[in-house]
């Protein structure tokens, strides 16, 4: 049932290859799947635009030491000025989401390998429909989870409850075959360690379909500036479990590029696709360890 767990990988943060491959096109994703050969991904991960019914953006900020004119206060009782180096924004409003998305999943079924999986990354407003969807392109006894990653960050209403988790479905092209490398699976601390005796404890349990992980600091090392970016340790799960070394991954909404990232480190290679210009001079930038192709369509 399982394509098992392949030798020799590396530690975190290092790739297992000496070269992986990460192409970034510039065009609408339909136009550029069709020029791929159904089955030509092993993976396939999106993150498309949630429809929020608003434009999406973010405001990079850079701090600078100023004692005399610094408006924020830092370690030690040091002063610095805050700069606004640029806002990058999309839009996030469709009036028939579904109707622009349907086609692109069925594109994403065509594009899978006969083993592969496919992730789309949505929230409560569009992710039932999109469930539906995703029933009748790939068949309901392909559908494997829903996970929910949750985390806790952001303002809290006062109307109802917080919504603090974003959904993620897993389907597969064939439920009798597929990759799962659960040897690659992460641990993470168990809730009350001292109910399990300390050898479980010191080893950590597997996660469930809930995935507890902060989003991206908004003043950490990993941040672009670009609206919506998912945290790389996210993704970085879902391709250790659900690829090879070597396989071929897709995302043809890559934002900020998180899915060529991780793919470039643990040694696979990537299809990067975005219509945006602000998202594709991103992915140059924060690519540019694997030597990126960028093209234009």
């Given at each position: ?54 434009p ?11 004692e ?7 370690f030690?009782?040091k ?28 594109e ?8 592969g ?14 469930k ?14 829903e ?9 809290r ?26 040897d ?70 890559a ?22 210009p ?20």
């Open positions: 049932m399982f394509r098992p767990a392949l030798e020799g990988r590396t530690t975190e943060n290092q790739p297992t290859r000496d070269v992986s491959v990460i192409d970034i096109h510039h065009g609408d994703n339909l136009d550029v799947l069709a020029r791929f050969d159904a089955g030509s991904f092993a993976l396939i991960y999106i993150d498309p635009p949630f429809n929020t019914g608003k999406q953006s973010r405001t990079e900020m850079r701090m600078v030491r100023d005399e004119g610094g408006d924020r206060t830092g030690q009782g002063r610095y000025r805050t700069l606004k180096i640029g806002t990058k924004t999309y839009s996030d409003v469709f009036d028939d989401y579904m109707g622009f998305l349907s086609p692109r999943l069925e994403a079924h065509r594009l899978l390998a006969a083993n999986s496919f992730f789309l990354h949505l929230d409560y407003r569009e992710v039932h429909y999109a539906v969807a995703l029933d009748q392109i790939f068949g309901r006894e392909c559908f494997m989870n996970i929910v990653w949750a985390y806790d960050y952001g303002a209403s006062k109307t109802r409850w917080p919504a603090k988790h974003d959904n993620i479905l897993w389907y597969v092209k064939d439920p009798a075959n597929y990759t799962f490398n659960f690659e699976v992460d641990r993470i601390p168990y809730m009350a360690p001292g109910l399990v005796g300390p050898e479980k404890a010191e080893r950590g349990k597997t996660p469930t379909d809930t995935w507890w992980h902060t989003i991206v600091s908004p003043n950490g090392k990993e941040k672009t500036g670009y609206p919506t970016q998912k945290p790389l340790g996210i993704i970085e799960r879902i391709v250790k479990v659900h690829s090879s070394p070597g396989d071929r991954l897709l995302d043809f909404f934002g900020s590029g998180t899915l060529g990232e991780a793919a470039a480190r643990l040694g696979r290679d990537c299809l990067l696709v975005d219509s945006n602000e998202a594709i001079e991103v992915m140059r930038t924060r690519l540019a360890f694997a030597e990126p192709r960028v093209m234009d369509v």
